[in-house]
Nanobody, 120 residues
Framework: QVQLVESGGGLVQAGESLRLSCVASGITFSIKAMGWHRQASGKQRELVAS???????TIADSVKGRFTISRDNAKNTVYLQMNSLKPEDTATYYC??????????????WGQGTQVTVSS
């Protein structure tokens, strides 16, 4: 049974940083792409960042230069480092496990989400 457990969300002021973590179990983590999506109130879920099994990353234009994604296969953990946070980054952030090694194959497992709120 696949389980993805996120942590690290919270309430911060604009300009501050947060690091989200997602611990995976029930999957062969090292061979899977992983991703972070977010969904703001009233908006569709969007992919923020992804990392392939080989460590190649993609970052959404809206957060490029501020967010980075990384993984530690020894810990079955994927991270999202978020710097220079803006109020528009406020959303529920979801960790996602890929169907395969690369983002293009999509995601088929999801965490429960962690709330990030950025005040101005």
């Amino acid at each position: 049974q696949v389980q993805l457990v996120e942590s690290g969300g919270g309430l911060v002021q604009a300009g501050e940083s947060l690091r989200l973590s997602c611990v995976a179990s029930g999957i062969t983590f090292s061979i899977k792409a992983m991703g972070w999506h977010r969904q703001a109130s009233g908006k569709q879920r969007e992919l923020v960042a992804s990392i392939s099994s080989a460590g190649d990353t993609t970052i959404a234009d809206s957060v490029k230069g501020r967010f980075t994604i990384s993984r530690d296969n020894a810990k079955n953990t994927v991270y999202l480092q978020m710097n220079s946070l803006k109020p528009e980054d406020t959303a529920t952030y979801y960790c996602a496990g890929g169907r395969g090694a690369i983002r293009r194959l999509g995601f088929d497992s999801w965490g429960q989400g962690t709330q990030v709120t950025v005040s101005s």
